[in-house]
Nanobody
């Protein structure tokens, strides 16, 4: 089995910073990409940032220049450094990993979500 577990998050004032971490573990053969999504109340889940195993990154426009995604391949862990946070960044943040199991095909795995609240 494969697990994806987030940590970090919490309450911060506008302009502050937070770092989210997400570790994949279990019967992993390879990780194709990992990313962060978020879902605010009454809104659809949206992609925030994504990084491939080759290090290619992409960000949603609203976080460009403020958020940075990175991955430690040796630890199967992805990080999201969030700076200059705004109240509109408030959401539940979910980690996603497109992972190939040791015996099987690649598929998406999701974490349980972590709340990020930015106060004005």
């Amino acid at each position: 089995q494969v697990q994806v577990v987030e940590s970090g998050g919490g309450l911060v004032q506008a302009g502050g910073s937070l770092r989210l971490s997400c570790a994949a573990s279990g019967s992993i053969r390879s990780i194709n990409a990992m990313g962060w999504y978020r879902q605010a109340p009454e809104k659809q889940r949206e992609l925030v940032a994504r990084i491939s195993k080759l290090g290619t990154t992409n960000y949603t426009d609203s976080v460009k220049g403020r958020f940075t995604i990175s991955m430690d391949n040796g630890k199967n862990t992805v990080y999201l450094q969030m700076n200059s946070l705004k109240p509109e960044d408030t959401a539940v943040y979910y980690c996603n990993g497109n992972i190939r199991r040791r015996y099987g095909e690649s598929r998406d795995y999701w974490g349980q979500g972590t709340q990020v609240t930015v106060s004005s």
